[in-house]
């Protein structure tokens, strides 16, 4: 507060619209509109204000805005944000909601997983494979192979750990 007012007399003087800005943390520019919104009093015609008339049209303002319907409604809004938090909170603690970044990664590993099991197929039944002759016995060992692979890892096993 010193570093706004020198001495006392300061309050006698007018101020400037950057001055009444600084006093009532506004802007020069806020200052001025809320002069032509007549929410403060004219200036002189030298554009100085009228300390005395100006602060208490200041407060008076604020005050308005904060008045019953504006807090009520403020305190609506602070109310449905609390129960919002609060559902997500229990969304959270359920494991309804998780983060993106632990999905991210479980949708990865399982990713991993069937590659690992598909590309380990051939490994496994090629041997079987080239010395069979009948297309249809072929294609069935390679359907149980893959339904296997797949239903294993359904079953939440891991890589390399079908036929063990």
Do not use: C
Not at 58 to 73: H, P, Q, S, W, Y
Not at 99 to 123: H, M, S
């Amino acid at each position: 507060m010193n570093e706004l007012f020198d001495n006392s007399d300061e309050w006698r003087e007018s101020w400037s619209a950057e001055k009444l800005g600084r006093v009532l943390g506004v802007t020069s520019r806020r200052v001025n509109q809320l002069v032509r919104e007549q929410v403060l009093p004219q200036p002189t015609k030298a554009g100085r204000h009228d300390p005395e008339l100006a602060v208490p049209a200041f407060l008076a303002f604020i005050m308005r805005r904060v008045d019953g319907a504006t807090l009520k409604t403020a305190l609506i809004r602070r109310t449905v944000l609390d129960v919002e938090k609060r559902e997500l909170d229990l969304k959270i603690r359920s494991g309804e909601l998780v983060e993106a970044a632990a999905v991210k990664r479980t949708f990865y590993k399982a990713g991993r997983q069937v590659r690992d099991q598909l590309l380990a197929i051939p490994n496994r039944v090629s041997a079987l494979l080239a010395a069979e002759l009948e297309p249809n016995k072929v294609h069935d060992m390679l359907s149980k192979e893959i339904s296997q692979a797949l239903h294993e890892l359904g079953n939440g096993h891991p890589p390399g750990k079908l036929h063990g």
